[in-house]
């Protein structure tokens, strides 16, 4: 946009730090889909410490300077206010409807859309490296014997890990299954080896027994507020009780891992 373009320096460099710092929405925008943000996490953007770290751009120290930056970056059309809708599709997990208020200003509650892309150095580079990539396979019977060798050594090589992994995957089952009979509960060999850590930590610890995990203070606190709620009905069902029947089955639990589902503030 020329708006953009006459910005001065120091707005253009704000817009671009908030670009990348706002975890980024996707909304739907007169058919396109476009990132949108809430006015207050660009506020929280500009007073966090990574903020001052960077270099020409305007001095942020409250929340009254940082509304100040964000309504003079909105000037120059980098973002526009909208109003936020429904979802576009059936689900609602669809992109939200997003449509530009006449009026812009800028405030913590309101919503605003991204018409500025920031650095595009990552994305020609992208584009420079799968082009020659492309180039290079095609041209691969032109390669020079020794580089044509040392590829087809690297892809054996790399046939071999894929394969030893396999292996590793399968020998630790039988193990588990073998242990779970003779030495209940059973002993997983690298134990972390699916897990979400790096390559070295996937071989940390060597083994482990699959015991149970621990329950944590707020399962047991869910399960007292459960006891009062069951107590509770008893008390006021008119005749009516709850019988409380604990499972006595001894075997372990299983270690997938448990995922808590948060609710939006936003939504």
Same mark, same amino acid.
């Given at each position: ?12 460099? @704000? ?5 990348? @710092? ?17 006015? &207050? ?12 770290? #960077? ?21 120059? @059309? ?28 800028? @405030? ?19 584009? !420079? ?24 050594? $690297?892809?054996?090589?790399? $046939? ?8 590793? +995957? ?6 588990? #299954?073998?242990?779970? !009979? #003779? +030495? ?26 699959? $015991?149970? &995990? ?42 997938? +891992? ?10």
């Amino acid at each position: 946009m020329e708006q953009q373009q006459k910005a001065p320096p120091e707005i253009k460099n @704000a817009a671009q730090f908030l670009r990348g @710092a706002l975890k980024a929405r996707v909304g739907a925008l007169n058919g396109k889909r476009l990132d949108y943000f809430k006015g &207050k996490s660009a506020i929280k953007a500009l007073l966090s410490p990574a903020y001052q770290k #960077v270099k020409d751009v305007p001095p942020v120290h409250d929340e009254t300077q940082a509304i100040a930056v964000l309504s003079a970056v909105n000037a120059f @059309a980098f973002f526009l206010r909208v109003q936020r809708g429904g979802p576009s599709g059936s689900s609602s997990s669809s992109p939200k409807i997003l449509q530009i208020i006449q009026e812009q200003k800028f @405030a913590a509650d309101e919503y605003y859309v991204w018409f500025f892309e920031g650095s595009q150095w990552t994305t020609y580079a992208g584009g !420079i490296l799968m082009v020659a990539i492309m180039l290079a396979g095609v041209m691969f019977p032109l390669w020079p014997p020794i580089m044509r060798l040392g590829v087809w050594y $690297l892809s054996i090589a790399m $046939l071999g890990l894929i394969g030893v992994f396999f292996a590793i +995957a399968v020998v630790r089952l039988i193990f588990y #299954v073998i242990t779970l !009979i #003779v +030495a209940s509960p059973g002993i997983w060999i690298f134990p972390t080896l699916f897990a979400d850590v790096g390559f070295v930590e996937s071989f940390i610890p060597l083994w482990e027994w699959d $015991l149970p &995990k621990k329950k944590t203070k707020k399962a047991k606190k869910g399960e007292k507020s459960e006891k009062k709620k069951g107590k509770a009905a008893s008390t006021n069902g008119g005749g009516a009780f709850i019988e409380e029947v604990e499972s006595g089955d001894s075997r372990p639990q299983s270690r997938s +891992a448990r995922v808590e589902d948060v609710e939006d503030e936003d939504a």
